[in-house]
């Protein structure tokens, strides 16, 4: 016995509704992305080993470590709107708050780290949006940066990223061997000028934290790519000024250290973030 017409157009009726709910609910719902990094030394890919010459004298030089840390990620949207980046924590390389990017593995003239890499921020963000672009902060939210190693949790529990002398970490780390140097070029970023107690609160004049914005490019399937040739161009890489740490310590007064700031798009002279920055790009 055939059902009634008026039947069959009310069950085609509810069907078609519950279908349209079910797409719009999975358009408005978190979707899980892995933003991926890649590390580059002008037209090629970095490895642990022979970079080619780099910095204002073309000096040759190697790799030792590259890492740093990475915090407040956003996608940007077609729609002008900025969609944040609930980070997942993974245990070992990011946390809620804060993720750890390694590019070096241990191999060849990388000596410092592990055989361990991770080149990706694993998170949610908003479904149903199509995006053209990325906004991050280079460097540990500063309620975080001050917290002891030897218990935080991962990845601020890295040793080789602590930094003693401001009891807080190194946000970023590129160490480089430089042929007829007897010690490395450094740059270490992090911040500077701290007071405090690290067991209680520390407040640093300059925070060294560089916010990045890149557009143009959808950071779901294309990756960030992070050129040194680019962050050393304007460095005399083989040199240091006299009673200076080697390299780029992030001293407030270190003549060595401008140049490197610029590439990140910080304000040596105050710490703070411009937004004009030469170390990453997209493909």
């Given at each position: 016995?055939?059902?009634?017409?008026?039947?069959?157009?009310?069950?085609?009726?509810?069907?078609?509704?519950?279908?349209?709910?079910?797409?719009?609910?999975?358009?408005?719902?978190?979707?899980?992305v892995e933003v991926s990094f890649s590390a580059v030394v002008g037209d090629s890919a970095l490895t642990c080993g022979e970079l080619g010459?780099?910095?204002?004298?073309?000096?040759?030089?190697?790799?030792?470590d590259f890492r740093m840390y990475?915090?407040?990620?956003?996608?940007?949207?077609?729609?002008?709107?900025?969609?944040?980046?609930t980070f997942?924590?993974?245990?070992?390389w990011q946390s809620a708050e804060v993720a750890l990017l390694d590019f070096e593995d241990a191999t060849g003239t990388c000596d410092n780290g592990n055989g361990l890499t991770n080149t990706v921020i694993v998170g949610a963000v908003a479904g149903g949006v199509q995006f053209d672009g990325i906004q991050f902060t280079v460097g540990?939210?500063?309620?975080?940066?001050?917290?002891?190693?030897?218990?935080?949790?991962?990845?601020?529990?890295?040793?080789?990223?602590?930094?003693?002398?401001t009891a807080g970490r190194k946000f970023l780390r590129l160490d480089l061997i430089v042929d007829g140097s007897e010690v490395d070029y450094r740059i270490h970023l992090g911040s500077t000028m701290c007071d405090?107690?690290?067991g209680a609160t520390v407040t640093c004049a300059r925070a060294n934290r560089a916010t990045v914005e890149l557009t143009g490019f959808d950071p779901t399937s294309t990756p960030v790519v992070v050129d040194i040739e680019s962050l050393v161009s304007g460095i005399a890489i083989e040199a240091n000024t006299t009673d200076t740490p080697p390299g780029c310590m992030s001293g407030p007064t270190d003549p060595d250290c401008p140049a490197a700031f610029d590439a990140l798009g910080i304000d040596f002279t105050t710490g703070a973030s411009v937004g004009t920055q030469s170390l990453f790009f997209t493909e």
């Open positions: 016995m055939k059902a009634p017409i008026h039947l069959i157009a009310a069950a085609v009726l509810s069907v078609a509704s519950f279908t349209a709910c079910s797409e719009e609910d999975d358009s408005s719902s978190d979707q899980r010459t780099l910095g204002v004298n073309s000096a040759s030089a190697s790799l030792r990475v915090h407040d990620v956003s996608l940007l949207g077609v729609d002008g709107e900025k969609y944040p980046l997942e924590d993974t245990g070992v540990v939210p500063e309620e975080l940066n001050h917290t002891n190693s030897a218990t935080a949790e991962a990845p601020l529990n890295v040793t080789g990223m602590d930094w003693n002398w405090g107690d690290p």
